[in-house]
């Protein structure tokens, strides 16, 4: 086990000159001590590999029974010339029709339950993310003046955001609801939730019909996810009275599951179409930035004010077969991580009320140990899923030798104590990790060895429009669509973490090479990308 002092970094940080105080006029430095991701290579727990490789049994019998029966076939047929073949079968017919006529009705009736049985595959027709009008676009100098002049934060509490967000690899071009830049007003009402909904849902699926030219009432499914805000009637209530959809919908409102419920959102569409043929599924992810905006003076709280940002997406999936040639993806896998049974791992994003009986959303100093750990954990059983044979042989040979011998190994090399981790850029050419923060993403990059290309989609995700919650993944698919970097066959891994405490995977593989979209929130600036952040 790693000590105690592992899981530290420092950083000294230069806090500019003093203009007040004894020290006025003096460049003043701090040190910044942060904890760090849980070092993958010292603990990788062998159940969820063995989870991992049960998920890929289960799935994949057929491909090794298939081979097999082919072979012994094979075999058998080899020895027989093509007139010896032809002579066999025809005699066998003649004298034996009825055992003839049952072999073949028990291969047809094989497979039909097979292809009957076996489930469809989950298409991705389009997608489309919200981008909101100019008017409320705000630089962070110009968050802070708003902060500042609602007199509700005291001179700590705004060195403090200043500090947060100088340092979030947040830009100048975010977007915030009027009523926060108002600041005088009450931002977290029904009334100003509701218009925050209506704003970001209606636009993003307006932006999807309009692409995909599907009626709302051809929609069979409908997912929606909101951590914060959960109305009554709900969001989806909302949805379906807005667009007159059918009144036989299966409609889903997925409330308080954090940053990572648009993957679990995705999960639930697709267990839906499995189960009703011939559909579509709209999944909707969002998150309501004023209704959570805090104004109180808990440090912990205010971190959320410094990173969300507005945002929303709406992704059309379909389990039409039709649908194949003209959709952009197929979805592969999905793997769900929940860490909820452990207190730490619960509490570490907790929304309740400071000591002034101010609502907001408590962030855990212990986040970054906490998120760490259920990465690894998704990945860990994600891995025999989607990595090349010589990789995964690697990897558990070096795991089952660690857990056997490695208490009698204390005088061998390094790389036997370790186990070996995966290169995970052999099995995706896209990653999408959720933009959460600068401090995550780097953490991130240096355990999994991603390289700046890798990441570039999420920083300037972050960059460009901050933390937009469940939908960020999706705002740095659409940053790799307007690049047109979306190949056929590449794969893309969509990975998010929240609340609970979860983490999410799910990857899906390009049907056809993804040209540049219509619509797009990155279409006017994209040529400014990638850009360094000031």
């Known amino acids: ?12 940080v230069n806090r500019g000159i003093e203009s007040s105080g004894p020290n006025a006029g003096s460049l003043t430095f ?19 590999v063995k989870l991992g490789y049960h998920y890929l049994i289960n799935h994949g019998i057929y491909l090794l029974t298939i081979p097999v029966l082919l072979v012994v076939f094979s075999a058998e047929v080899g020895s027989l010339s093509k007139e010896d073949l032809w002579k066999k079968l025809w005699e066998d017919a003649r004298y034996d029709l009825a055992t003839v006529l049952a072999s073949f009705g028990v291969f047809v009736f094989t497979l039909s339950v097979y292809f009957m049985s076996r489930p469809r595959p989950i298409y991705l027709i389009d997608f489309a993310c919200f981008k909101p009008d100019d008017e409320l676009k705000v630089s962070r100098e110009e968050l802070m003046e708003v902060a500042r002049k609602s007199g509700k934060f005291d001179e700590e509490s705004l060195h403090f955001q200043k500090r947060m967000l100088m340092s979030s690899g947040i830009g100048d071009e975010t977007y915030i609801p009027k009523p926060v830049m108002a600041s005088s007003e009450n931002t977290a009402t029904m009334k100003e939730g509701r218009a925050e909904a209506s704003m970001v849902m209606f636009g993003a699926l307006d932006e999807l019909f309009e692409k995909t030219r599907v009626r709302p009432k051809d929609v069979g499914v409908l997912v929606v996810n909101c951590s914060i805000f959960n109305p009554t009637p709900s969001l989806s209530a909302m949805i379906i009275n807005h667009y007159k959809m059918r009144g036989n919908i299966l409609s889903y409102n997925l409330g308080g599951m954090g940053c990572s419920a648009g993957v679990i959102a995705v999960d639930l569409a697709k267990d839906i179409l ?57 979805l592969e896998h999905i793997v769900r991580t929940h860490k909820g049974a452990d207190d730490r791992s619960f509490r570490c994003v907790y929304q309740e009320e400071d000591e002034q009986k101010l609502k907001g959303l408590k962030i855990s100093k212990d986040l970054i140990e906490i998120g760490g750990d259920a990465l690894k954990t998704n990945i860990t059983t994600l891995g025999p899923l989607v990595l090349p044979f010589s990789e995964q042989l690697l990897f558990f040979g070096t795991l089952v030798w660690r857990h056997l011998f490695g208490s009698k190994t204390d005088g061998s090399s390094p790389s036997m104590k370790k186990p070996y981790i995966p290169d995970y850029k052999l099995a995706f050419e896209h990653f999408c990790v959720h933009a959460a923060s ?10 999994l060895e991603l390289s700046d290309k890798n990441m570039e989609a999420s920083r300037m995700t972050l960059q460009r429009f901050g933390n937009t919650s469940s939908s960020s993944i999706w705002y740095e698919l659409a940053y790799m669509e307007a690049k ?48 360094t952040l000031n």
Do not use: H
């Not at 086990?1 to 000294?12: C, G, K, Q, T």
């Not at 701090?30 to 969820?48: A, E, G, H, I, T």
């Not at 969509?494 to 540049?516: D, E, I, Y």
């Open 1 to 12: 086990m790693a000590s105690e002092r592992d899981l530290f970094s420092a950083e000294i």
């Open 30 to 48: 701090s040190v910044r001590v942060r904890r760090r991701l849980p070092d993958f290579l010292q603990s990788v727990n062998l159940k969820y």
């Open 274 to 330: 499995q189960a009703n043929p011939n559909n579509y599924a709209v999944v909707v992810s969002t998150e309501m930035v004023g209704y959570n905006w805090y104004q109180g003076k808990d440090r912990s709280m205010l971190i959320p004010n410094c990173f969300f940002r507005m945002g929303c997406s709406a992704v059309l999936l379909s389990n039409r077969r039709r649908d194949y040639s003209r959709a952009k993806y197929r």
């Open 438 to 447: 600068k401090t995550i993403l780097d953490e991130l990059q240096r355990n």
């Open 484 to 531: 047109e970097s979306v190949r056929r066959g590449d794969r893309v891994w969509q990975l998010a973490f929240g609340s609970g405490f979860k983490c999410n995977s799910v990857v899906w593989r390009a049907m056809r090479r993804v040209t540049k979209p219509s619509r797009n929130p990155w279409l006017d600036c994209i040529n400014r990308y990638p850009a």
